[in-house]
Protein backbone atom coordinates (compact mmCIF):
# COMPACT_ATOMS: atom_id res chain seq x y z
CA UNK A 1 0.00 0.00 0.00
CA UNK A 2 1.40 3.42 -1.07
CA UNK A 3 0.40 6.72 0.68
CA UNK A 4 -0.16 8.82 -2.99
CA UNK A 5 -1.57 12.00 -0.58
CA UNK A 6 1.18 14.56 0.53
CA UNK A 7 -1.18 15.71 3.33
CA UNK A 8 -4.81 15.03 3.90
CA UNK A 9 -7.17 16.61 1.78
CA UNK A 10 -10.23 18.12 2.69
CA UNK A 11 -12.34 16.44 0.68
CA UNK A 12 -12.48 12.95 -1.65
CA UNK A 13 -14.90 12.60 -4.42
CA UNK A 14 -15.42 9.67 -6.17
CA UNK A 15 -17.38 9.94 -9.50
CA UNK A 16 -16.88 12.80 -12.18
CA UNK A 17 -20.46 13.15 -13.73
CA UNK A 18 -22.12 15.72 -13.13
CA UNK A 19 -22.77 15.58 -9.43
CA UNK A 20 -19.26 14.55 -8.91
CA UNK A 21 -17.43 17.24 -11.21
CA UNK A 22 -19.89 19.85 -10.07
CA UNK A 23 -18.93 19.66 -6.27
CA UNK A 24 -15.48 19.43 -6.87
CA UNK A 25 -15.20 22.77 -8.89
CA UNK A 26 -17.77 24.83 -6.33
CA UNK A 27 -15.51 23.23 -3.27
CA UNK A 28 -12.57 24.32 -5.36
CA UNK A 29 -13.53 27.83 -5.79
CA UNK A 30 -14.45 28.38 -2.21
CA UNK A 31 -10.38 27.16 -1.76
CA UNK A 32 -11.16 23.61 -0.53
CA UNK A 33 -8.63 21.00 -1.39
CA UNK A 34 -10.51 18.62 -3.21
CA UNK A 35 -9.30 14.82 -4.40
CA UNK A 36 -11.74 14.20 -7.48
CA UNK A 37 -11.66 10.45 -8.95
CA UNK A 38 -13.46 10.05 -12.44
CA UNK A 39 -15.35 6.59 -11.26
CA UNK A 40 -15.29 3.83 -9.29
CA UNK A 41 -15.37 1.83 -12.63
CA UNK A 42 -13.81 2.50 -16.05
CA UNK A 43 -17.17 4.27 -17.15
CA UNK A 44 -14.98 5.47 -20.44
CA UNK A 45 -15.04 1.86 -22.58
CA UNK A 46 -16.55 1.59 -25.84
CA UNK A 47 -20.76 1.64 -25.35
CA UNK A 48 -20.74 -0.40 -28.65
CA UNK A 49 -18.99 -3.53 -26.72
CA UNK A 50 -21.39 -5.67 -24.31
CA UNK A 51 -18.91 -6.30 -21.60
CA UNK A 52 -21.46 -7.23 -18.84
CA UNK A 53 -25.15 -7.55 -18.58
CA UNK A 54 -25.53 -3.80 -16.84
CA UNK A 55 -23.95 -0.69 -18.13
CA UNK A 56 -23.58 2.86 -16.72
CA UNK A 57 -26.93 4.84 -16.39
CA UNK A 58 -27.33 7.45 -19.06
CA UNK A 59 -29.34 10.77 -18.49
CA UNK A 60 -32.34 11.33 -19.88
CA UNK A 61 -31.49 15.15 -20.68
CA UNK A 62 -28.55 13.48 -22.69
CA UNK A 63 -31.20 11.22 -24.76
CA UNK A 64 -29.00 8.43 -24.02
CA UNK A 65 -27.65 9.25 -27.35
CA UNK A 66 -24.30 11.12 -26.07
CA UNK A 67 -22.09 9.72 -23.07
CA UNK A 68 -21.59 11.22 -19.81
CA UNK A 69 -18.06 10.69 -19.76
CA UNK A 70 -17.53 12.30 -23.24
CA UNK A 71 -19.72 15.42 -21.68
CA UNK A 72 -17.81 16.05 -18.64
CA UNK A 73 -14.04 15.22 -19.67
CA UNK A 74 -13.59 18.71 -20.90
CA UNK A 75 -15.09 19.71 -17.88
CA UNK A 76 -12.88 17.46 -15.60
CA UNK A 77 -10.07 18.59 -17.70
CA UNK A 78 -10.67 22.61 -17.12
CA UNK A 79 -11.18 21.88 -13.46
CA UNK A 80 -7.57 20.68 -12.71
CA UNK A 81 -5.83 23.45 -14.87
CA UNK A 82 -8.33 26.61 -13.20
CA UNK A 83 -7.97 25.33 -9.52
CA UNK A 84 -5.32 24.60 -7.94
CA UNK A 85 -6.89 23.12 -5.40
CA UNK A 86 -8.49 20.26 -7.12
CA UNK A 87 -6.70 17.58 -8.34
CA UNK A 88 -8.30 14.81 -11.05
CA UNK A 89 -7.62 11.17 -10.99
CA UNK A 90 -8.36 8.14 -13.09
CA UNK A 91 -7.85 5.70 -10.92
CA UNK A 92 -10.19 3.16 -9.80
CA UNK A 93 -11.35 3.24 -6.54
CA UNK A 94 -12.22 -0.25 -4.94
CA UNK A 95 -12.38 0.62 -0.82
CA UNK A 96 -13.10 2.99 1.18
CA UNK A 97 -13.12 3.06 4.90
CA UNK A 98 -14.03 5.22 7.74
CA UNK A 99 -10.11 5.39 10.21
CA UNK A 100 -10.13 5.84 13.73
CA UNK A 101 -9.51 9.58 13.54
CA UNK A 102 -12.79 10.13 11.68
CA UNK A 103 -10.70 10.86 8.47
CA UNK A 104 -11.49 8.66 5.26
CA UNK A 105 -9.59 6.49 3.30
CA UNK A 106 -9.67 5.21 -0.59
CA UNK A 107 -7.73 3.06 -2.04
CA UNK A 108 -7.56 1.99 -5.89
CA UNK A 109 -6.70 -1.19 -7.31
CA UNK A 110 -2.93 -0.70 -7.71
CA UNK A 111 -3.11 0.22 -3.39
CA UNK A 112 -2.52 3.90 -3.88
CA UNK A 113 -4.09 5.26 -0.81
CA UNK A 114 -5.95 9.22 -0.14
CA UNK A 115 -7.34 10.52 2.71
CA UNK A 116 -8.96 13.33 3.82
CA UNK A 117 -11.51 14.40 6.62
CA UNK A 118 -14.68 14.51 4.50
CA UNK A 119 -15.90 11.56 1.54
CA UNK A 120 -18.47 12.03 -1.05
CA UNK A 121 -19.82 9.44 -2.89
CA UNK A 122 -21.13 10.86 -6.37
CA UNK A 123 -20.44 7.50 -8.20
CA UNK A 124 -23.75 6.87 -9.92
CA UNK A 125 -26.01 3.78 -10.92
CA UNK A 126 -25.97 1.43 -13.43
CA UNK A 127 -29.27 -0.69 -15.14
CA UNK A 128 -30.31 -3.73 -14.67
CA UNK A 129 -30.79 -5.62 -17.67
CA UNK A 130 -33.76 -8.06 -18.16
CA UNK A 131 -33.15 -11.67 -19.23
CA UNK A 132 -34.57 -11.65 -22.39
CA UNK A 133 -32.10 -13.15 -25.16
CA UNK A 134 -30.87 -10.33 -27.27
CA UNK A 135 -32.05 -7.26 -25.16
CA UNK A 136 -28.09 -6.24 -24.12
CA UNK A 137 -27.32 -6.16 -28.26
CA UNK A 138 -30.03 -3.85 -28.45
CA UNK A 139 -29.20 -1.72 -25.38
CA UNK A 140 -25.66 -1.27 -26.17
CA UNK A 141 -26.65 -0.35 -29.34
CA UNK A 142 -29.35 2.13 -28.47
CA UNK A 143 -32.33 0.31 -30.03
CA UNK A 144 -34.59 0.76 -27.00
CA UNK A 145 -35.86 4.09 -25.59
CA UNK A 146 -35.56 5.38 -22.20
CA UNK A 147 -37.96 7.74 -22.37
CA UNK A 148 -40.49 8.51 -25.34
CA UNK A 149 -39.17 12.02 -25.93
CA UNK A 150 -35.64 10.67 -26.35
CA UNK A 151 -35.60 10.08 -29.80
CA UNK A 152 -35.76 12.68 -32.98
CA UNK A 153 -38.69 14.66 -32.35
CA UNK A 154 -42.41 13.68 -33.48
CA UNK A 155 -40.87 10.75 -35.34
CA UNK A 156 -43.21 8.72 -33.02
CA UNK A 157 -45.89 10.89 -33.99
CA UNK A 158 -47.47 8.62 -37.15
CA UNK A 159 -45.57 5.42 -35.58
CA UNK A 160 -46.65 2.30 -33.25
CA UNK A 161 -44.39 2.46 -29.76
CA UNK A 162 -43.64 -1.07 -28.61
CA UNK A 163 -43.39 -0.93 -24.43
CA UNK A 164 -41.64 -4.01 -23.08
CA UNK A 165 -43.97 -4.28 -19.63
CA UNK A 166 -40.91 -6.51 -17.77
CA UNK A 167 -39.65 -5.72 -14.43
CA UNK A 168 -40.25 -2.97 -12.40
CA UNK A 169 -42.49 -1.87 -15.47
CA UNK A 170 -44.68 -5.58 -14.83
CA UNK A 171 -46.31 -4.01 -11.90
CA UNK A 172 -49.31 -2.55 -12.89
CA UNK A 173 -49.05 1.03 -11.80
CA UNK A 174 -46.08 1.47 -13.47
CA UNK A 175 -47.31 -0.40 -16.49
CA UNK A 176 -49.98 2.16 -17.00
CA UNK A 177 -48.37 5.12 -16.49
CA UNK A 178 -46.14 4.13 -18.42
CA UNK A 179 -48.50 2.70 -21.25
CA UNK A 180 -50.43 6.10 -20.90
CA UNK A 181 -47.14 8.13 -21.50
CA UNK A 182 -46.29 6.20 -24.19
CA UNK A 183 -49.72 7.07 -25.89
CA UNK A 184 -49.56 10.52 -25.27
CA UNK A 185 -45.99 10.11 -27.77
CA UNK A 186 -47.44 7.86 -30.54
CA UNK A 187 -49.88 7.55 -32.83
CA UNK A 188 -50.45 3.48 -31.22
CA UNK A 189 -49.08 1.27 -28.56
CA UNK A 190 -48.38 -2.19 -28.53
CA UNK A 191 -47.71 -3.90 -25.15
CA UNK A 192 -45.65 -6.64 -24.52
CA UNK A 193 -46.49 -8.51 -21.52
CA UNK A 194 -44.32 -11.48 -21.71
CA UNK A 195 -46.37 -14.05 -20.84
CA UNK A 196 -48.09 -12.50 -18.25
CA UNK A 197 -51.66 -12.79 -18.14
CA UNK A 198 -52.95 -11.40 -15.03
CA UNK A 199 -51.22 -8.23 -16.23
CA UNK A 200 -52.70 -8.26 -19.39
CA UNK A 201 -56.39 -8.64 -17.99
CA UNK A 202 -55.33 -5.60 -15.56
CA UNK A 203 -54.27 -3.67 -18.26
CA UNK A 204 -57.72 -4.41 -20.73
CA UNK A 205 -59.84 -3.25 -18.00
CA UNK A 206 -57.91 0.10 -17.55
CA UNK A 207 -57.72 0.97 -21.07
CA UNK A 208 -59.90 2.86 -22.94
CA UNK A 209 -60.88 0.43 -26.21
CA UNK A 210 -60.45 3.20 -28.96
CA UNK A 211 -56.84 4.21 -27.27
CA UNK A 212 -55.29 2.14 -30.19
CA UNK A 213 -53.21 0.51 -27.34
CA UNK A 214 -52.54 -3.31 -28.14
CA UNK A 215 -52.19 -6.15 -25.61
CA UNK A 216 -49.34 -8.80 -26.50
CA UNK A 217 -49.41 -11.67 -24.26
CA UNK A 218 -47.10 -13.95 -25.94
CA UNK A 219 -43.54 -14.67 -23.78
CA UNK A 220 -40.28 -13.21 -25.94
CA UNK A 221 -37.95 -15.23 -27.18
CA UNK A 222 -35.42 -12.92 -28.50
CA UNK A 223 -34.72 -9.02 -29.60
CA UNK A 224 -32.59 -8.65 -32.84
CA UNK A 225 -31.15 -5.64 -34.27
CA UNK A 226 -33.37 -4.61 -37.45
CA UNK A 227 -31.34 -3.54 -40.74
CA UNK A 228 -34.05 -0.88 -41.70
CA UNK A 229 -33.04 1.43 -39.12
CA UNK A 230 -31.23 2.28 -36.32
CA UNK A 231 -34.34 2.11 -33.58
CA UNK A 232 -35.78 -0.94 -35.37
CA UNK A 233 -35.96 -3.92 -32.94
CA UNK A 234 -37.33 -7.24 -34.35
CA UNK A 235 -39.50 -9.02 -31.10
CA UNK A 236 -39.33 -12.91 -32.06
CA UNK A 237 -41.93 -14.72 -29.90
CA UNK A 238 -42.83 -17.79 -27.95
CA UNK A 239 -44.82 -19.19 -31.07
CA UNK A 240 -42.55 -18.70 -33.72
CA UNK A 241 -44.14 -15.18 -34.88
CA UNK A 242 -42.13 -12.40 -35.42
CA UNK A 243 -43.04 -8.42 -34.73
CA UNK A 244 -40.91 -5.68 -36.52
CA UNK A 245 -41.19 -2.59 -33.87
CA UNK A 246 -39.77 0.76 -35.01
CA UNK A 247 -39.36 1.92 -31.90
CA UNK A 248 -39.39 -0.01 -28.34
CA UNK A 249 -39.77 1.78 -25.14
CA UNK A 250 -38.52 0.04 -21.86
CA UNK A 251 -36.75 1.81 -18.73
CA UNK A 252 -34.34 -1.32 -16.55
CA UNK A 253 -34.16 -1.26 -12.92
CA UNK A 254 -31.24 0.52 -11.55
CA UNK A 255 -29.05 0.16 -8.65
CA UNK A 256 -25.55 1.31 -7.15
CA UNK A 257 -22.55 1.29 -9.33
CA UNK A 258 -20.00 1.34 -6.84
CA UNK A 259 -19.53 -1.07 -3.52
CA UNK A 260 -19.10 1.97 -0.92
CA UNK A 261 -22.12 1.76 0.20
CA UNK A 262 -21.66 -1.55 1.32
CA UNK A 263 -18.44 -1.10 2.59
CA UNK A 264 -19.55 1.96 4.57
CA UNK A 265 -22.84 0.23 5.67
CA UNK A 266 -24.64 3.48 4.56
CA UNK A 267 -28.45 3.02 4.99
CA UNK A 268 -30.55 2.60 1.58
CA UNK A 269 -33.96 3.85 0.44
CA UNK A 270 -36.78 1.05 -0.83
CA UNK A 271 -35.61 1.67 -4.28
CA UNK A 272 -32.07 1.17 -3.37
CA UNK A 273 -30.43 4.39 -3.74
CA UNK A 274 -27.86 6.18 -0.77
CA UNK A 275 -30.47 7.66 1.86
CA UNK A 276 -29.55 11.37 2.72
CA UNK A 277 -30.91 13.12 5.57
CA UNK A 278 -33.44 15.95 5.21
CA UNK A 279 -32.10 17.56 8.58
CA UNK A 280 -28.38 17.63 7.21
CA UNK A 281 -28.40 17.97 3.56
CA UNK A 282 -27.04 15.18 1.43
CA UNK A 283 -25.56 13.53 4.51
CA UNK A 284 -25.65 9.55 4.63
CA UNK A 285 -26.08 7.85 7.88
CA UNK A 286 -22.24 7.69 8.83
CA UNK A 287 -21.43 11.30 10.01
CA UNK A 288 -18.74 12.54 7.46
CA UNK A 289 -20.21 10.72 4.05
CA UNK A 290 -22.18 12.56 1.41
CA UNK A 291 -24.22 11.45 -1.53
CA UNK A 292 -25.50 13.04 -4.82
CA UNK A 293 -26.47 12.18 -8.26
CA UNK A 294 -27.15 8.90 -9.29
CA UNK A 295 -26.20 6.87 -6.66
CA UNK A 296 -28.39 8.83 -4.48
CA UNK A 297 -31.67 8.91 -6.72
CA UNK A 298 -32.12 6.45 -8.85
CA UNK A 299 -35.41 6.91 -9.63
CA UNK A 300 -34.86 10.26 -11.35
CA UNK A 301 -31.96 10.54 -12.83
CA UNK A 302 -31.58 13.71 -15.36
CA UNK A 303 -28.74 16.19 -15.66
CA UNK A 304 -30.46 19.08 -14.80
CA UNK A 305 -30.54 17.31 -11.10
CA UNK A 306 -27.15 15.84 -10.57
CA UNK A 307 -25.50 19.16 -11.75
CA UNK A 308 -27.80 20.92 -8.98
CA UNK A 309 -26.94 18.19 -6.23
CA UNK A 310 -23.63 18.00 -7.61
CA UNK A 311 -23.77 22.75 -6.05
CA UNK A 312 -25.91 21.39 -3.19
CA UNK A 313 -23.29 18.66 -2.05
CA UNK A 314 -20.08 21.57 -1.83
CA UNK A 315 -22.63 23.60 -0.22
CA UNK A 316 -23.24 21.50 2.47
CA UNK A 317 -19.55 20.03 2.81
CA UNK A 318 -17.75 23.62 2.37
CA UNK A 319 -20.39 24.70 5.30
CA UNK A 320 -19.07 21.64 7.52
CA UNK A 321 -15.46 22.50 6.63
CA UNK A 322 -15.33 26.02 7.32
CA UNK A 323 -17.45 25.44 10.56
CA UNK A 324 -14.33 23.04 11.61
CA UNK A 325 -11.73 25.28 10.77
CA UNK A 326 -12.94 28.68 12.28
CA UNK A 327 -16.25 28.13 14.78
CA UNK A 328 -15.92 28.08 18.67
CA UNK A 329 -15.72 24.12 19.20
CA UNK A 330 -16.63 24.89 22.91
CA UNK A 331 -20.04 27.28 21.90
CA UNK A 332 -20.99 24.30 19.03
CA UNK A 333 -20.66 21.64 21.90
CA UNK A 334 -23.31 23.85 24.38
Not at 24 to 50: C, K, M, T, Y
Not at 74 to 87: A, D, L, M, Y
Not at 205 to 215: G, L
Request: aromatic content about 6%; some cysteine.
Amino acid sequence: MCDSSQSTADVLIIGGGPAGSNAAWELGQAHHRVILFNASIDRLRDPDVNTASTRPALDLLLHSRRKTPDVFRPFRQEIGKESSEVSVHNQRITQVQRLSNGFFQAEDDVGHVWTAKVLVLADGAEEILPDIDGYDTCWEQQRILTHPAEDEPRSLISSCLAVLAVGDLAELTMALHTVWQARQFAASVRVYTHGDEDLARALETRISPDARIAIQTTPIQSLQPGSDSPSQVVVHLADGSSIVESHVYHRPASQLQGPFARQLNLELTESGAIRISARVPYMTSLDGVYAGGDCASLGQRTLFKALAMGQGLAAAVAARLERGNWGNAVEEQD
